[in-house]
């Protein structure tokens, strides 16, 4: 056991004005299995370059540990995969490998085709292999699910739950329960560490959240009324004092100013007692609700098709030259349907939604859909994305108000919006086409995988969207939780 201690860490990046880190103070033992969580932007990939010393940066990062950072670089996806896991582990034993390829699920004919001819899931479980046959590292694993199908990520939660020393970062809230027994959060104010999975975290902070907003509400209470009290006894003391000047009692006894100043004085000091109780409640408030996410309601524009029926697919195969991406898929797609669409990867499912939406696809079978049927589409791939937003709404021709709106509420400042779309993380572009998606008015809308990189406040977000406005859609997405939540059926490829 040894611990990472991080001490008084301030960083920001070139160009910006705000510090992504100041003055953070934390340890981390290198025997934990360290979940990593927090909302898209707020520096979880910064902090793991902070670890690997990539960035300069003040205040001080001491640790006893090399680490081993995924996901790889592979600078020629045109080499064979097995040259590319060679280039990333030169070392290790062939029966090595082969377990390792074992306990992913993935088979040993990947070694010898070109990197770039894997799909995506296959690319990230050949990573994780290489990640794997490395040894004495702490493993920085940043964000490996993405892409993984349900089967896959089920085989990786297994296999870190085996090991120990890691720190990983997922917004997937299944595969972060199952595999690991501390979690790091990022939070708005301050950065924390909790023993126990991502469930107990969200508990917890569901369980303060509350505290918190429940005192909110009483001090709010209490200020208002200190403030009403103040203002009354200062009235009272004023109106007394003034009664000191040349005036006499309904008697007409003249009027003893000594008592009449003693009793203003007493009003007085109530005044400041009440004003001083009010400032303690005020100052004790504004240390409330600072680590409280904002998360509001997400709108959609669903409009209603006027055929229950909005497409259907019959014996459908679909082939790349003559390899058949997949076969005999049959489902039918009807108003109100929240369709879940499941396979492993490279089973076909994006190349059934890419048919559905209208592209060119070799197919056999037979495929029809709704005259004038109108699709709002999120795809798998957000690297295409660059430019400013307001060029990107002019350009896919949605409001750009509402499309600021949605980001907005998706956790955007308003100076990412002076930012490239290059520039954004993983997270911010997928969150980009999803604000798009939301912006469209749709019969169907089709989304891949379209919580890639999001994370958990705004998939949470999303849900209850779906759930209010229960659109009809079409998705594929690997979060177990998620598909639990939303779907009305289920297609397996």
């Known amino acids: 056991m040894s611990l990472i201690n991080v001490t008084n860490l301030t960083f920001t990046y070139d160009g910006s004005y705000d510090n992504l880190f100041e003055n953070v103070s934390f340890q981390i033992d ?19 370059h902070l670890l690997l010393g990539k960035y300069e940066y003040s205040g001080s990062i001491s640790a006893r540990v090399s680490f081993e950072y995924f996901p790889y670089e592979v600078a020629d996806k045109e080499n064979n995969t097995t040259n590319v896991i060679d280039s990333i582990c030169p070392d290790y034993l062939h029966w090595e490998l082969m377990r390792e390829l074992n306990l992913l699920d993935v088979s040993e004919d990947v070694l010898h085709r070109p990197f770039y001819t894997l799909s995506n899931g296959e690319q990230t479980k050949v990573l994780l292999v290489a990640l794997f046959l490395k040894e004495n590292s702490l493993l920085l694993i940043d964000e490996p699910t ?4 349900m089967k896959a990520r089920k085989l990786v939660s297994d296999y870190l739950r085996s090991k120990q020393g890691f720190i990983l970062v997922s917004h997937d ?60 006894v200062s009235d ?11 005036g006499k009692q ?37 240390m409330l609700l600072k680590n409280i996410e904002s998360a509001e309601n997400l709108k959609i524009f669903p409009i209603t098709y006027y055929s229950s029926r909005l497409a259907e697919l019959e014996n459908i195969s679909i082939y790349y030259g003559e390899k058949a991406a997949c076969t005999g898929v049959s489902f039918v797609i009807e108003r109100g349907d929240r369709i879940a669409l499941n396979g492993r990867n490279g089973s076909g499912k994006s190349s059934i939604l890419k048919l559905i939406c209208g592209e060119q696809i070799i197919y056999t079978g037979s495929f029809s859909k709704g005259s004038q049927l109108k ?107 998620f ?3 939303i779907a009305t059926k289920f297609i397996n490829i």
């Open 375 to 481: 699709i709002s589409y999120v795809s798998q791939d957000t690297a295409f994305l660059r430019g400013n937003l307001t060029d990107y709404a002019a350009d896919v021709g949605i409001d750009e108000s509402l499309f600021k709106t949605i980001l907005r509420k998706l956790d955007f400042s308003r100076l990412q919006f002076e930012k490239d779309i290059s520039d954004f993380s993983g997270g911010q572009k997928k969150k980009v086409l999803l604000a798009k998606s939301l912006c469209e008015q749709a019969h169907l809308y089709i989304w891949d995988e379209p919580l890639n990189y999001i994370d958990v406040l705004s998939r949470i977000q999303i849900e209850e969207l779906l759930l209010e406005y229960q659109p009809t859609i079409l998705f594929v997405e690997h979060d177990r939780k």
């Open 173 to 232: 809230r299944a595969f972060l329960d199952s595999c690991i027994d501390h979690i790091l959060s990022i939070n708005k104010t301050n950065i924390e560490i909790q023993k126990g999975n991502f469930s107990s975290w969200w508990r917890n902070k569901e369980m303060r959240d509350n505290f918190e907003l429940d005192e909110n509400r009483k001090f709010k209470k209490d200020i208002k009324r200190l403030t009403n009290a103040a203002r009354q």
């Open 30 to 48: 290198t025997n934990w299995k360290l979940g990593f969580t927090g909302r898209n932007g707020r520096g979880k990939t910064t902090f793991l």
């Open 250 to 286: 309904a008697s007409g006894s003249k009027l003893d100013k000594g008592y009449i100043g003693h009793k203003a004085a007493k009003m007085m000091a109530r005044s400041k007692a009440i004003e001083a109780r009010q400032q303690a409640a005020i100052e004790e408030k504004s």
């Open 483 to 485: 598909n639990e939540n």
């Open 236 to 246: 009272w003391s004023d109106k007394t004092e003034k009664t000191k000047i040349g």
């Open 146 to 149: 993405n892409h993984l199908d």
